[in-house]
């Protein structure tokens, strides 16, 4: 299998319970993993050969290579 070059970003939690999930690549689109993060923390995410989504809930800051996104604007 070719290895892709995969796109990182960024998310920090502005509030308690934010959660940030991934969504799966391919002819279904399915969670297949789930973070919650507390105020203040900082997850790195990755796109990858399974994940081609990701969803997240509650107030954040993304920072993306296209810039950065307020998930509460």
């Not at 990701?54 to 107030?59: A, E, M």
Request: glycine content about 6%; charged content about 25%.
């Amino acid at each position: 299998m070719e290895q892709q070059a995969s796109d990182y970003v960024v998310i920090k939690a502005k509030d308690q319970g934010v959660t940030v999930m991934g969504l799966t690549r391919g002819q279904d689109t399915k969670f297949h993993h789930t973070e919650k993060l507390d105020k203040n923390e900082v997850l790195i995410c990755q796109f990858t050969d399974h994940t081609s989504a990701i969803k997240i809930r509650g107030k954040a800051t993304v920072l993306t290579k296209y810039g950065t996104v307020h998930t509460d604007e």
